[in-house]
């Protein structure tokens, strides 16, 4: 299958029509409308300082079904302690570039360049981005941030200063959706942290059915 180089124009090609790698599209832009389309398609942004905007439909796709989470016991107990607090969107940018820095620590590069983080915080300003922070003794140590639509939040990264906190971050948000009736947490790609959490593989075919189905449920983050 072709990539195909995005115009000025607000549309993508259909998402299977993806390379085998889950790669769709090259170009485009960052804005607020184009991001949320999107995400209603199925596709999401993930690219370097070294290369174009990049767009992704992987086949298959990472997902938590809200009533199939799953909490470790010990972790359990830890988020039951006491000893963390979480707030919700209190400080979303803070939070966005605290996972490029830690990323790109831990790992050398990072995803999250400074285009991104404009970008995803005018997500967050309109109403779609939101971020959970964790907190130990008033110091933010841990968090995560993800866009949501209708009843699917869509994780985008998360970070620990601390051991298990952005882990506790996760439990939080769980908790959060679980009772605003959201149904799906879309993890994107394969990974063996969330495995522990009940995450699971899902067609690109069956996960955009779900997508058009949750999509237009009415919640309220």
């Known amino acids: 299958m072709p990539v195909y180089l995005l115009s000025n124009s607000l549309n993508f090609p259909p998402p299977y029509l993806a390379e085998r790698d889950g790669l769709l599209a090259i170009g485009g832009d960052l804005s607020v409308e184009r991001l949320l389309l999107a995400y209603s398609m199925g596709i999401f942004p993930w690219y370097s300082k070294r290369t174009p905007i990049l767009w992704w439909s992987p086949d298959p796709r990472f997902v938590i079904f809200i009533d199939k989470f799953h909490i470790p016991k010990r972790l359990a107990r830890l988020y039951k302690s006491g000893k963390f607090k979480y707030t919700i969107n209190k400080c979303f940018k803070r939070v966005v570039e605290l996972c490029a820095e ?94 522990q959490f009940g995450a699971e593989s899902l067609s690109r075919n069956k996960f955009l059915s779900l997508l058009k189905i949750y999509s237009n449920l009415q919640t309220n983050f």
Do not use: P
Request: proline fraction near 0%; hydrophobic fraction near 40%.
């Open 102 to 195: 830690v990323h790109e620590k831990n790992d050398g590069s990072t995803w999250i360049t400074e285009e991104m983080i404009s970008a995803y915080y005018n997500l967050h300003k309109k109403g779609y981005a939101h971020s959970i922070e964790t907190w130990e003794n008033d110091n933010l140590v841990g968090g995560l941030y993800g866009v949501s639509i209708g009843a699917i939040f869509s994780g985008e990264s998360m970070f620990s200063l601390v051991s298990n906190a952005s882990k506790l971050a996760l439990v939080f948000l769980w908790e959060h959706l679980k009772n605003r009736g959201f149904k799906l947490i879309d993890c994107q790609v394969k990974s063996e942290h969330l495995k």
